[in-house]
């Protein structure tokens, strides 16, 4: 099976600008979990979808947003840019089924904020 | 209080040696997974080992294995025959049961990590 991917991989934006990033999950999986990775905070939980809803959520502010689409296939979006949200995104997909399950995670997104 | 605590932020070990990396864990749940992921420097996480808290089992995965000790709630990965490949930073997380979260899974959370690097 192909793994999670992501896209892009790649983001320099600036101050105020919008991005919108995509997960694409592991054929099967319909729960997609999204992370934000940075050298001060570490890995912190953003929110998770399963079956086109939010099922979960981090303690970010509400610039954060994202969805699943009936594929499972997830967007993030952030609006508003600061530089404070460089940072590393990580999407993770599991199948969303038992108590407690592995997630598998796609290479991420590295996201600049000039 | 940090439910993941890793103490050793470094590590350094010899090519071919074994090596332990420290987790401890603080949950009241009593359904609850542990999972070590290794992150190289592309930033991609690899999932490694997995130790839910019902096994009885030490978990292993081929070098990899956890030295799962629920009563001190520490999650140790033990990796055999280091090899250069293995540097990298090791995170350990716990993924906690549906119960607390109205049906829904538990996020994974994560511990601050352990960056390992492997002299030939």
């Known amino acids: 099976k192909a793994g999670v991917t992501q896209t892009p991989r790649y983001l320099i934006k600036t101050r105020g600008q919008q991005v919108t990033l995509s997960c694409s999950p592991i054929s099967g999986h319909r729960s997609v979990s999204w992370y934000q990775q940075t050298p001060g905070q570490g890995l912190q939980f953003l929110f998770e979808?399963?079956?086109?809803?939010?099922?979960n959520k981090g303690n970010f502010p509400g610039r954060f947003s994202g969805r699943q689409f009936s594929n499972s296939r997830s967007e993030m979006n952030v609006s508003t840019l600061e530089l404070g949200d460089s940072a590393l995104y990580l999407c993770?997909?599991?199948?969303?089924?038992?108590?407690?399950?592995?997630?598998?995670f796609g290479p991420g997104t590295r996201l600049l904020v000039l | 209080a940090q439910k993941i605590t890793q103490t050793q932020p470094g590590m350094f070990v010899q090519e071919k040696e074994a090596v332990t990396l420290d987790c401890t864990y603080d949950?009241?749940?009593?359904?609850?997974?542990l999972f070590w992921y290794k992150q190289p420097s592309s930033g991609e996480m690899i999932f490694l080992i997995y130790q839910g808290s019902y096994d009885e089992q030490n978990a292993t995965e081929g070098r990899y294995s956890l030295n799962f000790q629920k009563a001190r709630k520490s999650a140790n990965l033990v990796i055999s025959a280091s090899q250069l490949g293995d540097s990298a930073m090791y995170f350990c997380a716990m993924r906690e049961g549906m119960m607390n979260y109205g049906g829904s899974q538990g996020n994974l959370i994560f511990g601050k990590g352990t960056k390992l690097s492997v002299k030939p």
């Open positions: 993770a997909s599991s199948p969303g089924q038992k108590e407690v399950e592995t997630q598998y």
């Open positions: 949950t009241s749940d009593q359904s609850y997974g």
């Open positions: 979808y399963f079956s086109e809803t939010q099922r």
